[in-house]
DNA sequence: TTCGGTGCAAAGCCTTTGCATGTCT
DNA sequence: AGACATGCAAAGGCTTTGCACCGAA
């Protein structure tokens, strides 16, 4: 594993691709948008630096069947439509036991996916 | 896709070592298993069970980068040890949103896994 | 008999790794 | 210069698929 501590073009322009985008993008989606400004960039690349923002705490991974990625630092839930496959933001409040006891241990983290049809879709 | 309609020993087998486990098997796992009992079984008759009882909603899939099965009916939030890597049911009552309206739409299910270290480990 | 289910092997997909080359500091 | 990052291709790991054979109904 990289330890990525230098600044290189890939990182800066895969960072600010996130950044601009809220579609949370797939590794492949990254790797493709990257690869216009870059085109010589490989998708090893994409998942190394995906995974070393996300050790960073810089994104977060969204768990699905195919692994997409959030450029937010704060965890929430998120809404996948089951119509269109898009990926929602949930801004409202739902209790997310973050530092909670349960009683089989204590929660550090939490992921959280509603699935449904979206307002659009419907 | 089959379309499960018929009763095989395979099934049979699958469906009974899902009810007698409670370690959350993953496919892999549960391949094992049954082939102790069925020694030509393929991994392939297993994946396609699995996603059988899936639909069927006789069990529910985990979300986690390797699918693990849970023979419960009921959706309910999972907690996987940093540590072990067991996975425990989550009990408790945390406030699932389920059929619940969000912003974005109507909630119909809802995947909830904490992360965090067990007692056991601590 | 019929058509769904199974086993096997191959293919698919997404992701990671090994290694030589390139490049920040 | 020296450690680290990248690109490429190959390998990995999990899951699905194609196809011929098997077997429940």
């Given amino acids: 594993m990289t330890k990525s501590v230098r600044k290189t073009k890939q990182k800066e322009v895969i960072e600010k691709y996130l950044a601009s985008t809220c579609c949370h993008p797939s590794a492949d989606t990254v790797y493709s948008e990257v690869k216009k400004e870059l085109p010589n960039i490989s998708k090893a690349t994409v998942y ?4 070393n923002f996300k050790e960073k705490g810089k994104i977060q991974e969204i768990p699905t069947d195919v692994s997409r990625w959030d ?9 996948i439509c ?3 496959g898009q ?6 409040k739902v209790d997310i036991p973050e530092k909670k006891k349960l009683d089989v241990g204590m929660v550090e983290s ?5 699935c ?3 307002k659009t879709c419907k």
């Fill in 71 to 79: 450029y937010k630092e704060d965890p929430h839930p998120h809404f």
């Fill in 116 to 118: 449904g049809v979206c």
């Fill in 48 to 51: 190394r630096i995906l995974r």
């Fill in 82 to 84: 089951n119509q269109c």
């Fill in 87 to 92: 990926i929602f933001d949930i801004e409202e």
């Fill in 110 to 114: 939490c992921r959280m996916v509603f």
